[in-house]
C-alpha cells in the first residue's frame, strides 16, 4: 500500500530512490507513486519464477484521454501474453486496447541524476509509465493494464451498478483459467 499524504518523512521532487532491483530514481511528481510501490512488486514477482506476470493500476490519466471511460490499456512487449488476455478480456466483455511499447520514449525518463524519472513528459504520458514498469521485469512475460478509466462509473449501466466496478476481475480469471 501506498501512502502519499503530507508529513517530514514524505518523498520530495528532486528525492532520488532506489529500488530492490538497485535501480535508482529521481522523483520529479510525487503523485506518481504506485508506480514506485508496482516497480518493486514486479522485482518481487519475478523472483518467484512464475510463468507470467500481470500488473493492473489504475496509473495515468493520459490512459483515460486516450481511450476514454469503457476501455483500459494493455501495454506488453510479448505477443503471445497480449493475445491471451485479449482472448480472456472478450470472454469477459471487458474491454482492453493494446498500446506501443515505443522505445524511443523512454528518453524522456532518463535522469541526469539517477537511472530514470519516475515520471516522463505529458505527451504519451501512459506509454512511459508502462516503459517504466517495463525496466523491473527482466525475462518473464509481463503485461501492465492501464484501467484508470473503466474501473469507477457513474452510473449503472446495465454491466455494473453506479460506482467501483472491478474491472479486470473478470478478465483475469478467464486468463488464469485458460492458462491453469
Not at 491471451?84 to 471487458?94: H, Y
Not at 537511472?115 to 503485461?143: C, H
Amino acid at each position: 500500500v501506498t501512502e502519499n499524504m503530507i508529513s517530514g518523512r514524505a518523498m520530495h521532487p528532486g528525492d532520488v530512490l532506489k529500488a530492490s532491483n538497485g535501480k535508482t530514481i529521481e522523483v520529479n511528481n510525487t503523485d506518481a507513486e504506485g508506480r514506485l510501490t508496482l516497480a518493486d512488486a514486479l522485482v518481487f514477482a519475478e523472483k518467484l519464477g512464475v510463468d507470467a506476470i500481470v500488473d493492473l493500476a489504475t496509473l495515468t490519466g493520459a490512459c483515460i484521454i486516450a481511450l476514454g471511460d469503457d476501455i483500459a490499456g494493455l501495454f506488453t512487449p510479448d505477443d503471445n501474453l497480449a493475445t491471451q488476455l485479449e482472448k480472456a478480456s472478450q470472454a469477459a466483455g471487458e474491454k482492453f486496447w493494446r498500446l506501443p511499447m515505443e522505445e524511443k520514449y523512454f528518453e524522456g525518463l532518463k535522469s541526469g541524476i539517477a537511472d530514470m524519472k519516475n515520471t516522463g513528459p505529458r505527451p504519451g504520458g501512459s506509454i512511459t509509465a508502462a516503459l517504466f514498469l517495463k525496466q523491473y521485469v527482466k525475462e518473464t512475460p509481463w503485461a501492465h493494464l492501464d484501467i484508470a478509466g473503466p474501473v469507477w462509473t457513474d452510473k449503472e449501466n446495465g454491466y455494473n451498478s453506479a460506482g467501483a466496478t472491478g474491472f479486470g476481475v473478470r478478465t483475469l480469471v478467464n486468463w488464469v483459467l485458460s492458462n491453469d
